[in-house]
């Protein structure tokens, strides 16, 4: 039973771990690509992204096909099925330079900030306080902790316009819980940054965040 235990608190562990670490990654990507955006242009900061994007496939490439040992201390930040496969990295600089070339700036942007808050919320609530599941491995209380977490991460960005942020908030917590073999990094923001822009087009709303 301890040994049970200890496997359990070490898995634990990881999970927040890595958690902690994709929330860093998120906020600073999604940040630093506002602030880029303000001081230079949109474009040169689309250019950026996908310079990032390539580094990351060069990286990519020599951790899974290679397998350095200098790169082996980084594991911790992946799941064991990422060992041998591209990571969710490339899923979510991916997914952030399809929504912000395409969507309007707070849509995609309150879409990005809601994966990186939400699902890391959920996963830690989850496996620290979740036992009854809802969905494969997904608990109600992550699932609920995940959906107080977008609705507050829209109430801050667009406090002004609950009818854009509830309805992306419904959005993304519904295929949050229901992506299971795809990867969430990439339905989440496709999906909520959608829904975004048909709500602002189709009731004609001009954003004009404060």
Wanted: glycine content about 6%; charged content about 20%.
């Amino acid at each position: 039973m301890d040994i049970e235990i200890r496997k359990k608190r070490a898995r634990i562990f990881k999970e927040l771990l890595r958690k902690s670490w994709h929330f860093i990654a998120g906020i600073t990507f999604v940040v630093g690509y506002s602030m880029v955006t303000l001081y230079v242009s949109k474009e040169f900061t689309l250019y950026l992204l996908v310079g990032i994007l390539l580094v990351i496939f060069l990286f990519e490439h020599f951790r899974i096909e290679h397998r350095p040992r200098l790169l082996r201390v980084v594991d911790i930040l992946f799941r064991k099925k990422e060992f041998n496969r591209p990571s969710a990295m490339i899923s979510f600089v991916t997914a952030g330079i399809l929504v912000f070339a395409v969507f309007e700036h707070w849509v995609a942007f309150t879409a990005l900030m809601m994966l990186t808050i939400g699902d890391s919320s959920s996963a830690c609530i989850g496996q620290l306080f979740g036992e009854k599941k809802l969905r494969g491995k997904k608990t109600y209380v992550g699932t609920f902790t995940g959906l107080i977490a977008n609705l507050l991460t829209g109430a801050v960005l667009m406090w002004e316009y609950p009818i854009v942020f509830v309805p992306m908030t419904l959005v993304a917590t519904f295929v949050e819980l229901m992506t299971n073999k795809l990867d969430d990094n990439l339905t989440v923001p496709i999906a909520t940054a959608f829904t975004g822009y048909l709500i602002v087009t189709i009731f004609n709303i001009s954003l004009t965040v404060s």
